[in-house]
């Protein structure tokens, strides 16, 4: 008697960054809520805040708050300001555009973006 198995294939979309000269994977895209980031260690060390808006874009900046040092901005409150998503740092509240990276409250100031893509 043979039996067969069939085993159905979820696609499910993983969060990778930009890592050198390819991609690394970080999580499944359904593990991230719109509106709460998530911290992402990176193979070289380096901290990494993941968010995800309503519409299923992902955004990856540097987890380190460049006005206090603290590795934080993955905990700290999105919103949008002028159609750009942004995500205010939980200590002193500088906003940070999920794109760019600028800071919104000091134009001088920013932090590294990383490429994402859901694949």
């Given amino acids: 008697m043979t039996t067969q198995t069939t085993v159905t294939a979820r696609q499910t979309a993983m969060v990778q960054l930009a890592d050198g000269e390819g991609w690394f994977t970080v999580c499944e895209l359904s593990r991230l809520t719109p509106g709460r980031g998530v911290a992402a260690l990176l193979p070289d060390g380096r901290q990494v805040a993941l968010f995800v808006d309503r519409a299923g874009r992902a955004y990856a900046i540097d987890n380190r708050d460049p006005f206090t040092g603290a590795y934080v901005l993955s905990r700290g409150l999105t919103g949008s ?25 000091d134009d001088e100031v920013s932090v590294p973006v990383y490429a994402v893509r859901a694949a």
């Avoid at 300001?81 to 409250?105: N, Y």
């Fill in 81 to 105: 300001s002028g159609g750009r998503p942004f995500v205010a740092s939980p200590l002193l509240k500088q906003r940070f555009d999920l794109a760019t990276g600028v800071c919104l409250d």
